[in-house]
């Protein structure tokens, strides 16, 4: 079945500096989301990326989607203590079926 | 993410009994999820809902039971809980298309001793 895997499972930054995540899948996807989670939250939807190269900004963070759509990146520029959390990325690639998880990018900025 | 809410927020049990953990959405979403989060593994999907009377197996559906009779209830039973389904058990509901943008309730804490 499909996979979504994300790396690192782990970045400690100190603030200011950047900060990126990766997310590859084993099938081509139809469209990736991302999404965050605080620690002792629950998961709260970024963006959605539906076009091959696709590129989003949300203030200082830039979204990519890969040209074979199998793969996408969240990248934060000068991360502040308030970007704390996992990051997850979501792949599907059936319409109408569920999202498929990656295990997530724990981030951990440190003044 | 007012509109989705789990009941209980926290439940400790012990091994062997069966527990109902609730889910409800007030956006009259057509599908609903269950997932567990566990360290190392990420979110992982336990069943998901099309629409009312209609249920699908996710990725670990072992050991556990829904139903959906009404569009905004989604129950989840632990018809006879294990240690190894201590976890955090998020419900999430989408509006249309189950590869729509998830909304998420703020989980259930449950400790099975």
């Known amino acids: 079945g499909q996979q979504v895997m994300q790396i690192p499972q782990y970045q400690h930054v100190q603030e200011g500096e950047d900060f990126t995540t990766y997310c590859n899948s084993s099938?081509?996807?139809?469209?990736i989301q991302w999404y965050k989670q605080r620690p002792g939250g629950h998961p709260v939807f970024l963006i959605q990326?539906?076009?091959?190269?696709e590129v989003k900004k949300q203030k200082r963070l830039t979204f990519q989607f890969g040209e074979a759509k199998k793969n996408s990146s969240l990248h934060i520029t000068a991360t502040q203590t308030t970007d704390v959390g996992t990051y997850f990325c979501?792949?599907?690639?059936?319409?109408?079926?569920?999202?498929?998880f990656g295990k997530g990018t724990s981030l951990l900025v440190t003044p | 993410d007012a509109g989705i809410t789990q009941s209980p927020r926290y439940k400790i049990t012990e091994t062997g009994r069966q527990v109902t953990l609730m889910c409800h959405q007030t956006?009259?979403?057509?599908?609903m999820f269950w997932y567990r989060q566990d360290l190392g593994h990420g979110l992982r999907l336990i069943y998901y809902?099309?629409?009312?009377?209609?249920?699908d197996k996710g990725e670990v559906p072992d050991g556990y039971v829904v139903s959906r009779s009404k569009t905004e209830n989604f129950p989840l039973t632990l018809e006879s809980a294990t240690r190894s389904q201590t976890s955090v058990y998020f419900c999430?509901?989408?509006?249309?298309?189950?590869?729509?943008?998830?909304?998420f309730g703020p989980g259930t804490r449950l400790l099975v001793l």
């Open positions: 979501a792949g599907s690639s059936n319409s109408g079926y569920a999202l498929n």
């Open positions: 809902s099309a629409a009312a009377d209609i249920t």
């Open positions: 990326l539906v076009k091959s190269g």
């Open positions: 956006w009259s979403h057509s599908y």
């Open positions: 099938t081509t996807l139809s469209n």
């Open positions: 999430a509901s989408v509006p249309w298309g189950g590869s729509e943008t998830q909304y």
